[in-house]
């Protein structure tokens, strides 16, 4: 086994984050009809948008995520490109738990939190089934990755 194997090859940041930010230029350019995905089986993540108060200003702010459905919830993680410091919308999320989101069959008034315990083992192991590198990726952090849930209000 590589290196590169052992440890979750990553591109550079100014990639990730170039690519980021061209996916959503199109889900923005095509008013959310480009760019969202559901989860196909328990080895496909879907993606869904994520409008959150800033937590300083208040204004909305937007974000794409990987998910996966459990039951009601949508589950993602604050992982930040497996980067330090938490992402900007964990944080926001964190100070305004009330959220909405918008998936590839619609919209969503969702509440936010953190999996604790039992349930964010049983949770994390289901993102290793779809992320075969989530412990090596997850080992680059400073923080233990939060397994965010998104419960429907």
């Known amino acids: 086994m590589s290196a590169a194997e052992r440890t979750g ?33 328990d080895e496909h993540y879907g993606t869904l948008h994520l409008t959150v108060p800033g937590r300083r200003t208040g204004e909305p702010r937007g974000v ?25 919308w964990w944080l926001n999320l964190q100070a305004h738990p009330d959220a909405e989101v918008v998936v590839a069959d619609g919209k969503r008034p969702v509440r936010g939190r953190a999996a604790e315990g039992e349930e964010r083992t049983r949770l994390w192991a289901r993102w290793q089934q779809i992320d075969k590198h989530l412990d090596a990726w997850a080992a680059r952090r400073s923080k233990p990755t939060a397994v965010v849930i998104l419960e429907p209000r």
């Not at 995520?65 to 900007?88: I, R």
């Open 64 to 88: 794409i995520l990987g998910y996966f459905e459990d039951g009601p919830n949508l589950v993602t993680m604050a992982m930040n490109g497996w980067e330090d410091p938490e992402p900007a």
């Open 9 to 41: 090859w990553l591109p550079p940041r100014w990639v990730k984050w170039l690519a980021w930010k061209i996916h959503r230029g199109i889900y923005n350019r095509s008013g959310g009809r480009l760019g969202l995905s559901l989860p196909r089986d």
